[in-house]
């Protein structure tokens, strides 16, 4: 006989009686006199007021007592963390900034780079990231929302944008040390590339905005645009460092497009800059000299407001045309390095025009821009915050005469 | 009782000395121990006396307010020492009945046996089990008709998992031999 069979034999014993079985009669009369022996004791108040709940309550918290169940208890725990974390961070993913779960977004971005450690992949990574700074925009710049919530959205928005490109450039300036490393080159045409779609992709979201939302973040719209030019820019420089080396992982040909692609950039900038000085100037002109009067106190107030900006720039945008034609003919040349130079010349100074908002129009050089009409004067619309207050009260005097 | 949770809270409440949960107790121990003391002393009298006895122990010490982390090993526990006590005022009156003078009272039951059951598997199991010695019929009794863990039969016997693991399997083959001679 197996071992299986004798304990089958022994769990069938139970039921005889010469294995131990009692007799049902005993059992009873036994139970009985067992209970009159226990019953008599009459059980203490409290005890007797407990409910089946109170039990339920006294097992689940032995449990936690327990030695053996205790390291069950803490997996469990730290299984429930992790599962929260991962629900947490996946709900995250797809918050936008101002949201209340948006920093566990971007502490998980700081995190992946962090444990990131070949420079080309930590590049990659952040520009992933830049990517996704820029469909963060375009999605808050779709959301129906009130100005000024919308505003300050936008504008954390573009700020963190910024930061993250400045980030790619930082890094890449740290190990552009080495042209020759052609991992390095690759992620660096990438940022090339990716850079000049980022930029277009903010100037396109920023012209989408409502007005009142577009004069509030123009300032750091700017900034954004002129970091991923920057960073482009330093891209290219490895690109075209590598080229000169000799090491030909970057053909001649590729080289010239992507300078020629900046250089376009560029000259669309300038354009720009032209373009929207130019509407400003005039739309100003015109409700100065239709008379204040006539237009009553809020239009009074959008001319302050609008005059105050106008700034002297002379014929900035026509020295940063000359660097650009300069830069056109090194390319011409094949001499990318020094064409890159006057690429960053150029951007320079149509940066300047841009952001500088100390370049202030005197109050008699805009009298004589009213009554001769001219446009020489070039007018832009991101120093509206920043110059208010220094020129309003010139403005007004101004506008009294 | 089927449900695990549901015997759990039961045994807190019997800890809390509720009398009703204590003959719910009774019910679902009565027989096991009765059958772990019948093993022992194979008389059917002094079986039932010692199971009546040994589940007024169990409610008294309850009410003293001792604390009794497993209930199930304990009742085993108490029904194991009042056998030994059995034994020793038994052997204080001078009968001719020792703690270990168990196979004479196997030998004694086997006609009763052979009354009771017909010859066969089981007859010879049952056999095999009454010839065995004390501890090795102890331990097949609360492992295999009782159902108990190793660590509960480790903590009725007051021995480590280990040296319950290695007298379980001593014992099985014991009885194994003297099932198949």
Redesign the interface.
Known sequence: MDNKKIIKNLKNLRSLEAAGAPRELWLLSNRETLMSQIKPAPAPEYQAAKTDGVYYWQYFSGLFKQKVLQPAVSFISILMLMLTYTAMASVASASLPGDMLYPVKATGEKVSIALTFENDKKLELQMNFVGRRVDELTQLAKKDETTEVKARKISLAVKKLTQDVQSVKDNLDKISVKPEDSKVVEVAKVIDSKTLEVEQNIALVHQQLPEEVKGEVAQDVQKAISTAEEAGTSALGVIVENHNSGENKVSESEVTSRVAERIKNVEQNIAQVQLSALQVSTTTVEIITTGVSAVGTSTVEKIVATTSTIAIIGDKPQQAQEAIEQAKDLLGQKNFNSALEKIKESKEIINNVISDPKIVIPASAIKNTILNSSTSLIITNTQISATTTRTSETTRDLLKK | MKNP?AQ??LF??VK????DA??QF??LY??RI??????KVNSVSD??DI??EV??KV?QYL?EGKEVKNLNAFVYLIARNSVVDFFRARQRQAENLQTDGLPEVADK?QD??GR??LES??N???KG?NNLKDEYREI??LR??DELSISEIAEVLNKSKGSVRILLHRA?KA??DN??H
């Open positions: 949770l759990k809270i807190l409440k809390n000395q509720d009398p204590y003959g009774y019910d009565v027989k009765y059958r772990f003391i019948f093993f079986t039932q199971t009546s589940f007024l409610w009410k039951n009763l046996l009771q059951i598997d089981l010879s199991t049952l089990l097949i009794v295999f008709l099985l009885l194994k099932v198949s």
